[in-house]
């Protein structure tokens, strides 16, 4: 006995669609994996990137392509390419403040100094709002725009601004205090 078959009805366009969508990604994946794997030099950065694109896309209303599948595979290269970047960008600031080790030996007071400054920007940090913190966490660690984290958070993309202001004045106020008299 063949099972039933299912009706068009409200909804079953998207379904499919959904459902054709899967199908395409999960067999284009290993090709997209390895286009991203081999752009980028690392198999399991290659296969965070592409479930991020898979979530991206199943997130976001379905758009008919003529090839789906080349369609994800350029798509691939391209999130490739802006995780690149990003390193790049984050590369250029690390080695912006990476400072030569000084000639006369002053690099261990340097540390100790450094230590101190991040303990208390840590210290700024964990005494700011929950809702502050998150924002700008997900800006200044996880990258994200204004508009993104506004999205995310459900607040206009000017209380995400005026919230980074509050944070940053926290960071910087926290290095002109002495140790150990952040609150």
């Known amino acids: 006995m ?3 078959e299912l009706k068009d009805g409200p909804g079953s366009e998207s379904r499919h ?7 395409v990604f999960l067999s284009q994946r290993p090709q997209m994996e390895a286009l991203v794997s081999r ?49 790049g960008s984050r590369d250029r600031l690390n080695q912006h403040w990476q400072t030569e080790p000084d000639a006369q030996g002053c690099e261990p007071q340097a540390a100790l100094e ?15 709002p929950e809702r502050t913190r998150h924002i700008f966490l997900l ?3 996880h990258g994200r725009t204004y ?22 004045e926290a960071c910087k106020a926290s290095l002109r205090e002495p140790p150990g008299t952040a609150s």
């Open 2 to 4: 063949n099972p039933p």
């Open 17 to 23: 669609g959904r459902a054709h969508f899967l199908q």
């Open 39 to 87: 752009r980028v030099g690392c198999r399991a950065t290659a296969a965070d990137l592409v479930q991020d694109l898979f979530l991206r896309f199943w997130r976001r209303p379905l758009v008919q392509v003529e090839e789906l599948g080349t369609y994800l595979l350029r798509c691939a290269g391209n999130i490739a390419i802006d995780h690149l970047r990003s390193e």
């Open 114 to 128: 450094a230590g101190n400054d991040l303990r208390q920007v840590e210290a700024a940090l964990r005494s700011l």
């Open 139 to 141: 800006n200044r660690i």
């Open 147 to 168: 508009a993104e984290i506004a999205k995310v958070t459900g607040v206009s993309q000017s209380a995400v601004e005026k919230h980074m202001m509050r944070a940053l």
